[in-house]
């Protein structure tokens, strides 16, 4: 009798809401399939592949010449610099943003989370085309990119941890007469801080790949060379620059991944 009081529950219920969210997730993938336009006939044929394969030998040996070694290391220190400079000012914006944004009232919270929301809807490839206007070529308007959008994003992460920070050490300063900005300076972000670096550190690791990304609008850095050798078709300085991609990501996400882990014990 247990037994059969206890039997599992049916793959689909009526009832289940999970069910019907997964039901429509398929429902979309399938659609999505039947919508575009595919050729994975033409992907897989035999011609594909064999043109595949003679691009990918056209990046081997890769050049590894002392001159272009060194052009591409600087390359690579300019995307570092411009992802930590551009997350640097990314996270006194949103410190600034996050307070109004978390406790203000009535239309100002609300213009504020409208105003975050309209900073990371763009992204940074085309807040770099647009700067580039104003800033010219070069890292300046990748660095100005890069700032604006992860402002948008890191101002609504803190937002979200200052509301849910324990009220308590605040209200015991508001008892004693502390004002807005002292509770949160003295209370809030002390509690909020290991939580806030975290997000930092997760998003300067995307930077990095972006800052990567935006010199193919002439933003600089590794980008930059990369579409400029690509487009000669010089593909063995191309697997240099990709190589130093890969390697400088792989620095920085080990770093941060250590950090973090600091951070958390």
């Not at 052009?71 to 640097?88: D, P």
């Not at 300046?140 to 101002?155: E, N, P, W």
Request: hydrophobic share 55%; aromatic share 8%; with cysteine.
């Amino acid at each position: 009798m247990d037994s059969k009081r206890r039997l599992p529950p049916p793959l689909f219920s009526a009832r289940c809401r999970a069910c019907w969210l997964v039901a429509g997730v398929v429902v979309l993938v399938v659609a999505s399939f039947l919508s575009l336009d595919l050729h994975l006939a033409a992907f897989a044929s035999s011609e594909s592949l064999a043109s595949m394969g003679r691009f990918v030998r056209e990046f081997f040996p890769p050049d590894l010449s002392p001159s272009f070694v060194g052009r591409v290391a600087a390359g690579a220190w300019e995307t570092l610099a411009m992802s930590a400079l551009g997350t640097l000012l990314a996270v006194l914006l949103g410190v600034l943003m996050a307070l109004p944004a978390s406790h203000a009232r009535g239309g100002a919270r609300a213009g504020m989370r409208l105003l975050l929301n309209a900073l990371r809807s763009v992204p940074e490839l085309v807040w770099a085309a647009m700067l580039l206007i104003s800033a010219g070529l070069g890292p300046f308007a990748g660095t100005l990119a890069l700032a604006i959008h992860t402002s948008g994003v890191l101002g609504r992460l803190f937002a979200e941890a200052v509301e849910n920070a324990p009220p308590g050490p605040g209200a015991a300063l508001r008892t004693q007469g502390a004002g807005t900005v002292r509770v949160y300076l003295y209370a809030t972000l002390p509690q909020v801080l290991p939580q806030l670096m975290s997000y930092t550190l997760y998003r300067w690791e995307n930077n990095i790949r972006a800052a990567a990304v935006l010199g193919v609008v002439g933003a600089g850095g590794l980008g930059q060379l990369l579409m400029f050798h690509m487009g000669l078709f010089q593909m063995d300085k191309t697997a240099t620059v990709l190589i130093a991609m890969l390697v400088l990501v792989a620095l920085v996400d080990g770093a941060s991944f250590a950090l973090r882990r600091w951070l958390t014990r």
